[in-house]
Nanobody, 126 residues
Framework: QMQLVESGGGLVQAGGSLRLSCAAS????????MGWFRQAPGKKREFVAC????????YYGDSVKGRATISRNSARNTVWLQMNSLKPEDTAVYYC???????????????????WGQGTQVTVSS
């Protein structure tokens, strides 16, 4: 089992920035691709970003492209999501997820991920 714990959410004004963190434990972090997803009330879970097992490949959802950066540090078993130029429509619960995968490309399909964190709330005020 892998445990994932997100942190860094909160209330921020539109145009501001947040850095979300996800700390992993329990399994070999470097064997897992990592992803960030979000879910707003009444909406489906949406892909935000992912990074492959080694950090050499990243992929972003269209709604955050150019405003988000995903990164990881295997020595610290942590993945981060830096979000800039936040908009009210970025308001959601943000989830960290992991997928056992050695492929170069990571996946935007939440169904392919093995473990999920409990989520951290991000609220962007206008």
């Amino acid at each position: 089992q892998m445990q994932l714990v997100e942190s860094g959410g909160g209330l921020v004004q539109a145009g501001g920035s947040l850095r979300l963190s996800c700390a992993a434990s329990g399994l070999t972090f470097s064997s897992y691709a990592m992803g960030w997803f979000r879910q707003a009330p009444g909406k489906k879970r949406e892909f935000v970003a992912c990074i492959n097992w080694g950090g050499s490949s990243t992929y972003y959802g269209d709604s955050v492209k150019g405003r988000a950066t995903i990164s990881r540090n295997s020595a610290r078993n942590t993945v981060w999501l830096q979000m800039n130029s936040l908009k009210p429509e970025d308001t959601a619960v943000y989830y960290c997820a992991s997928r056992y995968s050695s492929t170069y490309y990571c996946s935007d399909d939440p169904g392919k991920y093995d473990y999920w964190g409990q989520g951290t709330q991000v609220t962007v005020s206008s």
